[in-house]
């Protein structure tokens, strides 16, 4: 269920693993409609140069937030949890453009913030070297981690085995664990008041962290993972792979490590050729596997990395590939929390208390169903 323009606008998940290989996502949108995710290559070809990620300058100071947000209408207590440090790469543009710079950076924080503060009982500083840029270019923005590659396996992302080891495992030294790149291009809602005409900054900024945080695929097209191995070889997946079948429950990728090549076509099949079937997610969905995005067209980067938004109980969710202009939802689902702990995040825990901004967005969304208000849906 994809539209299409001339006009496109994309935001990139980019994965890079311990060779420097890159796995492209790309979250594409037509201008206020559609904003797709889609994956440029698995096969390290590109549709548009990338800044090279391997080294990065230094020169800006890191900026670190702890993920201790105020919660619902009373603030919580402090919890010791996940921190995030900023390295912002770009003075004078972007992050620290002089007069929009400050409220960038606070919408990132406050993106961290959100997801963070699922996290409360895990402790590690997460590092991220960001980078930004104003150009009219298909690109909206990027953020991704590195896996490593051991064909016949399913990987961590580093900023995933970070934080399920409370900090204590650091796979890659003092190279920071993630990298985040904005395009300031187009219209951004940097607070809770997110216009008709505006992406959800806090929203978008949460759905790219969690792919850094291994929400995310590695099967390509044709089966092929992280390393484009021929049909029948082990390959490098991730760990989110170890849970995707088909709609009888077949898994796609053996426990060795090789996808099963009858089941290329259900990466085609549509809404339920593809489900996520990890004994959290299945238990938060009613006892039945979770639809996982295959449209018929198979989309790079977007294809078996998202929730189904053609699914209707899962089209409002921040891990769907699409997403309307306008305020949306900050906080994670039952099903969403449910393959973060199939992925190894056994101790997260949903807040005490909604979040404000995501309790606005539900006294919204109610508001639009009684008035009989149909939006048209935007795709991520």
Do not use: C
């Not at 900054?201 to 695929?217: N, Q």
Request: aromatic share 8%; net charge negative.
């Amino acid at each position: 269920m994809q539209h299409r323009s001339s006009r496109e606008i994309s935001l990139s998940v980019i994965s890079f693993n311990a060779r420097l290989k890159p796995a492209h996502f790309y979250l594409s949108s037509i201008r206020n409609q559609r904003l797709r995710h889609q994956q440029i290559s698995n096969h390290w070809t590109y549709h548009m140069p990338l800044k090279t990620p391997s080294k990065r300058p230094r020169s800006a100071k890191a900026i670190t937030i702890a993920s201790t947000l105020a919660l619902g209408l009373l603030a919580q207590p402090a919890q010791a949890a996940l921190t995030f440090s900023f390295n912002y790469l770009n003075p004078g543009q972007g992050f620290d453009d002089p007069t929009f710079g400050a409220a960038r950076k606070s919408a990132l924080n406050d993106a961290a913030n959100l997801l963070g503060v699922y996290f409360s009982n895990y402790e590690a500083n997460l590092t991220y070297d960001v980078t930004s840029s104003s150009i009219d270019e298909p690109r909206l923005a990027s953020a991704g981690s590195s896996q490593y590659v051991v064909p016949g396996t399913f990987q961590q992302s580093i900023v995933q085995t970070k934080i399920l080891t409370n900090g204590a495992t650091d796979r890659n030294g003092t190279e920071a664990d993630g990298y985040i790149d904005w395009n300031f291009f187009e219209n951004w809602g940097l607070t809770d008041n997110v216009a008709e005409n505006e992406y959800d900054f806090k929203t978008v900024g949460i759905h790219e962290l969690l792919h850094s945080f291994g929400f995310s695929s590695n099967i390509g097209a044709t089966g092929t993972g992280l390393e484009s191995k021929p049909s029948g070889t082990p390959d490098t997946w991730a760990t989110f792979d170890n849970f995707l079948t088909d709609a009888s429950g077949n898994r796609l990728v053996s426990t060795a490590g090789v996808f099963d090549s009858t089941k290329v076509a259900a990466l085609t099949g549509g809404s339920g050729s593809v489900l996520f079937n990890g004994a959290n997610a299945v238990a938060a969905n009613g006892g039945v596997g979770v639809n996982i995005f295959a449209p018929t067209t198979y989309s790079d980067g977007s294809s078996t990395s998202h929730l189904d938004d053609d699914t209707a109980t899962l089209a409002e969710l921040i891990m769907t590939s699409s997403v309307s202009p306008g305020l949306k939802t900050r906080e994670l689902s039952a099903l969403e929390l449910g393959i973060l702990k199939d992925i190894g995040y056994t101790q997260i825990e949903a807040p005490a208390e909604v979040p404000v901004p995501a309790t606005v967005w539900l006294m919204l969304t109610g508001l639009m169903g009684l008035l009989g208000l149909n939006r048209r849906k935007a795709a991520l």
